[in-house]
């Protein structure tokens, strides 16, 4: 999350997908914690969400963030999984903590404007034996 380029999710595992467009925008961080924006679309593309939120570093594990609203409960734990040589472009085992179901969401900043993550995050992610939900568009940028 130190990055100040966008980091969109390409795709996902999760079985009850509502969104498209998904993206975290940074806006501070610190040693212990980061501040961010989450938005997405609905699926229709009609309605825009936006949620302010905190994920926690834990201390001796730097692949784990708790995620929740901020100054509130963790909702979720994201674990980076796998990461291209570059950083950019990951696969994030995502687990909501009060169902303990979890999915896998692969995220990419585009900073080459392919509006794809590198080769090496799409091959680790297809070999998750679950069917994954393409919900990233070039479009998703302009439409923001």
Not at 42 to 51: F, L, M
């Amino acid at each position: 999350m130190n990055t100040p380029l966008p980091i969109w999710t390409y795709n996902t595992t999760d079985e009850h997908v509502y969104y498209v467009c998904k993206v975290d925008q940074r806006e501070s961080i610190t040693e212990t914690s980061v501040y961010f924006n989450r938005t997405y679309q609905d699926t229709a593309r009609t309605k825009v969400t936006t949620e302010r939120l905190e994920g926690t570093f834990v201390t001796g594990n730097t692949s784990l963030m708790y995620v929740g609203d901020r100054g509130l409960v963790w909702e979720y734990a994201e674990t980076l999984e796998f990461a291209s040589d570059d950083y950019m472009c990951g696969v994030f085992e995502v687990r909501d903590i009060p169902s303990r179901v979890n999915w896998f969401d692969l995220r990419f900043q585009d900073n080459r404007g392919t509006g794809k993550p590198h080769n090496t995050c799409m091959e680790y992610f297809n070999k998750k034996q679950r069917p994954g939900h393409l919900i990233y568009w070039l479009d998703c940028e302009t439409r923001k």
